[in-house]
């Protein structure tokens, strides 16, 4: 087991595991530095380390979360467990509380005032068509005005001058409930951008939960995550960041923001949201810039895969037992879910299809499947749809379903149809025999591959 405990552990663990690239050459934040990152990321290389990221002296990580083996290394885990392991840390009753520190390292570094300098942070501008450089691989920190609880979160931020940013929220999550309900006191709502952090932290920030995520990140850990209050705002920050943002937004004030390279595939629109007026930023002595590139690996494997695998496995199982296993296809934007059942009955695949589109509101297309149809593979859950589906009886249509309001097919508030597909077999209507099976076979003992 690794002793993962903040960024900097991290990455001497993919140093360590061969799965980090060290990028030694200067890169220009424009555009360069995400298109080398993506390619390393997806020729399989691992995560990337930036050491020269424009004119900036601080070096830019990213990547740390893209795949199902970089997120076993930062679970502690095999990649076939994540699930398993996600599943017990965001049940509610294995919660760990963080715990209050007196001392952060982001503390070392503090500038306020007119010293606010958001330009002096090396934010690329990631894709061809962003409309300028965004924060986006911060986690945002927040607490409930109500009830005091901390709630984290991920939120797009557009940086538009040395002290002011777009931020970006969907109108379903906690830190805009936190908004609004301010808002109509005529309040403001105090805010932390936390940049380069455990992945554990960052794992946990993506998940839909009704208590503090810190606690998730506690449960993975096996440990309270330690926290410190905040230098201009009042609100517990993770001690071990790189890098802290603090600031506020004013209510009944919105700039547009965007277009951003976005999970969907899309560069999506201009959107009407508030702004973050920055009153510090701190840091750790030689810190590191954590992004993510939006609209890639890591961006759809944090955000829609990672948490929401365990909560539909549980949504999916609570309807029958025989659910062997769910997948959310990174390819699929995080709005399909295929799921691995042994049917008892000819009804089931509807019932647990219907479960599963509940689960969680991103989630447009289900499709259940047999124990032989392998949902970690695309090409076999085409060939249950083409040899199982019959499009007259087997599909079924949810409409006016809440989703994403950034779905592209959904209107402004993202309500459009969703679909559950039952591409079980069914041999009471045609009983089709055995399916053609080759087992794999270890080539070595054949034949000279190279390998």
Not at 380 to 404: E, Q, S, Y
Request: glycine fraction near 8%; hydrophobic fraction near 40%; proline fraction near 8%.
């Amino acid at each position: 087991m690794e002793n993962i405990f903040d960024l900097r552990s991290y990455i001497e663990v993919l140093r360590k595991k061969g799965k980090l690239v060290e990028v030694e050459k200067p890169v220009a934040l424009k555009h360069e530095l995400a298109q080398v990152a993506a390619a390393i990321i997806r020729q399989g290389y691992g995560a990337a380390f930036f050491s020269q990221p424009g004119e900036s002296n601080i070096p830019v990580f990213t990547g740390g979360v893209a795949t199902p083996e970089l997120a076993s290394l930062a679970l502690n885990c095999e990649p076939k467990q994540i699930t398993e392991v996600l599943g017990r840390a965001i049940d509610p009753a294995n919660g760990i509380a963080p715990k209050p520190s007196e001392t952060a390292g982001w503390k070392k570094n503090v500038f306020t005032g007119k010293d606010v300098d958001l330009y002096s942070l090396p934010i690329p501008i990631h894709a061809t068509h962003d409309g300028g450089p965004f924060i986006t691989g911060a986690v945002t920190v927040t607490k409930d005005p109500v009830s005091g609880r901390g709630n984290l979160s991920y939120n797009r931020m557009q940086v538009f001058d040395k002290d002011k940013m777009g931020f970006n929220m969907n109108i379903w999550r906690h830190t805009m409930q936190f908004y609004t309900g301010q808002e109509a006191l005529g309040k403001p709502l105090q805010v932390a951008a936390a940049i380069g952090l455990d992945p554990a932290i960052t794992i946990a920030a993506g998940a839909r939960y009704d208590d503090d995520e810190l606690r998730i990140a506690g449960a993975i850990r096996g440990k309270s995550i330690p926290v410190t209050k905040g230098v201009t705002v009042d609100i517990n920050i993770p001690s071990d960041a790189e890098i802290v943002i603090e600031g506020y937004l004013e209510p009944n004030e919105r700039h547009p923001e965007g277009p951003l390279a976005e999970f969907h595939g899309y560069y999506g629109e201009l959107w009407e949201m508030p702004v973050f007026h920055v009153t510090a930023i701190c840091y750790r002595d030689n810190p590191i810039f954590q992004t993510m590139i939006p609209g890639f690996y890591e961006h759809i494997y944090i955000g829609n895969v990672l948490p929401r695998e365990p909560l539909l496995t549980r949504f999916a199982r609570h309807v029958s037992q025989q659910v062997l296993d769910v997948h959310i296809p990174p390819y699929g934007c995080g709005f399909s879910a295929y799921v691995q059942l042994e049917k008892g009955n000819p009804g089931e695949p509807k019932n647990v299809a219907l479960a599963t589109l509940t689960a969680h509101v991103n989630v447009k297309t289900v499709i259940v499947v047999d124990p032989d149809v392998d949902i970690y593979d695309p090409a076999d859950i085409l060939w249950a749809i083409n040899t199982r589906v019959d499009w007259t009886r087997d599909i079924f249509l949810v409409p006016g379903a809440m989703g994403h309001e950034m779905d592209p097919t959904g209107d402004a508030q993202g309500i459009h149809a969703k679909v559950g597909i039952d591409a079980t077999y069914k041999p009471e209507r045609r009983a089709y025999g055995e399916r053609v099976r080759y087992p794999n076979i270890d080539l070595s003992q054949y034949i000279k591959t190279g390998r």
